[in-house]
């Protein structure tokens, strides 16, 4: 059954974080706001809660996902390699709406790269989003939390009515601002390439 846990608005429940963050540690799938709607978040390096992830989305599971960390330090233990440029762009834009695409280190699992070889890393502007990786310590997936296909959600009951009992926790931090996801830069060579062009423009 799905918990939902309301945030106090415009603060943080170190509380309701921790919970969430015992959630992702044991396997389990936790939604929670970020700057445009809600993300599904999982351990980013657990294959199984990578494939739960797929499971409740129907998600193509040779489609990447994107992965949430809390500075240039932890997207170092994903990533094989970060140029300078890319250092900058982190610098410049986090946290924020810019996803920077890496080449990927050896031993992340395949689901989490599709096979791609690359991995996406961003370090969210949303306090909630933010919190929630700080206090698992460790990088958390952050797909939209909808079935693919659908409309991301902007609430968390419309995360409810997608996913009924599919997610173990809810954070409901109130409404997102929707819009536009995170622009996501390739950053695999340089100048970086603009796979979708967001709110940033690196």
């Known amino acids: 059954m799905t918990r939902m846990r309301a945030l106090v608005p415009g603060g943080l429940s170190p509380g309701a974080l921790a919970e969430a963050a015992a959630v992702l540690r044991g396997g389990g799938l936790v939604a929670f706001p970020t ?3 809600y993300g599904l978040g999982a351990h980013a390096l657990d294959p ?17 996902l994107l992965v949430l960390v809390d500075g240039a330090e932890m997207a170092e233990t994903l990533a094989a390699e970060i140029s300078a440029g890319a250092r900058a762009l982190m610098t410049r834009h986090w946290p924020g709406a810019l996803t920077l695409v890496l080449k990927a280190s050896p031993h992340l699992p395949t689901a989490l790269t ?8 961003r ?3 949303h306090p909630v989003a933010l919190g929630l990786v700080r206090a698992a310590v460790f990088p958390v997936t952050a797909p939209s939390a909808n079935p693919s296909g659908q409309p991301p959600p902007v609430t968390a009951l419309a995360v409810r009515e997608y996913f009924g009992g599919r997610v173990d926790l809810i954070l409901d931090g109130g409404p997102t601002a929707g819009g536009a996801g995170s622009t996501i830069a390739d950053c695999t060579s340089w100048p970086p390439r603009v796979l979708r062009q967001g709110p940033v423009y690196p």
């Open 123 to 125: 370090m969210p502007g």
């Open 114 to 121: 599709g096979g791609t070889g690359t991995v996406g890393v």
């Open 35 to 37: 700057e445009s709607f």
């Open 48 to 64: 199984e809660a990578l494939a739960r992830v797929f499971d409740v989305k129907g998600r193509p599971e040779s489609k990447p």
